[in-house]
């Protein structure tokens, strides 16, 4: 997996491409949400666009990135999930967790 951090209207937007599935990538984004909430930047939207895999430590991952989030006085969102990992949100009941949205655009305008 790989991330990019963006900002967009006072919010980060961390992009992540290819496989999510726990482990190096886990701390690798717990990492990067570490450095965000030291700068006072806690208003998030995790971009799954180009995710093309994610496992049960995948979807652990995020849910432990919305904890992180929300325990320092934030909110993160996810947006442009693909078909297949939004389905997977589904069958986890994950998707009523997440507040989800089709565009990395909407999402971010939600926080307003």
Do not use: C, Q, W, Y
Request: hydrophobic share 40%; glycine share 8%; charged share 25%.
């Amino acid at each position: 997996m790989k991330l990019k951090t963006k900002d967009m209207n006072n919010v980060t937007v961390i992009e992540l491409k290819g496989n999510v599935m726990g482990g190096p990538d886990a701390t690798a984004l717990n990492d990067e949400l570490h450095k965000l909430i030291e700068t006072k930047k806690n208003k998030v939207v995790i971009d799954l666009h180009e995710v093309k895999f994610m496992n049960s430590s995948g979807l652990g991952m995020l849910i432990g990135s919305l904890t992180t989030i929300r325990n320092s006085g934030g909110d993160l969102k996810i947006a442009r999930a693909s078909d297949k990992i939004e389905s997977l949100l589904i069958v986890t009941k994950l998707i009523t967790v997440f507040d989800h949205h089709d565009s990395v655009e909407k999402a971010v305008a939600a926080f307003k």
